[in-house]
């Protein structure tokens, strides 16, 4: 996946990665495979994380989606400003 700046309205919801990690231990096991491939992969957009940031789930619009270049995934905010973001999913 690639890290890249998308816009600041497409934040949609700030999660921890205490949260993404919890979701790695659900009793469902597709679900929990995909949740340890989605920490793997946003390894290196973790490591950018510095104390007091906030991390943010985010997705394009819908209009997006619905021409095939749909884009979602997570963003670093620090001082309420985006400095990172990493496509986790795409269509």
């Avoid at 949609?12 to 979701?23: H, K, R, S």
């Avoid at 997006?64 to 990493?86: F, K």
Wanted: hydrophobic share 40%; aromatic share 6%; with cysteine.
């Amino acid at each position: 996946m690639d890290s890249h700046l998308i816009p600041k309205e497409w934040l949609t919801a700030p999660t921890t990665l205490q949260e993404i990690m919890a979701t790695c231990n659900n009793p469902d096991p597709q679900v929990a495979a995909v949740a340890n491939h989605y920490l793997n992969q946003a390894a290196p957009l973790f490591q950018k994380m510095q104390p007091g940031d906030e991390l943010w789930n985010y997705s394009s619009p819908n209009s997006h989606w619905a021409n095939n270049r749909g884009d979602a995934g997570l963003a670093i905010v620090r001082n309420g400003e985006l400095i990172a973001s990493m496509c986790m999913v795409r269509n």
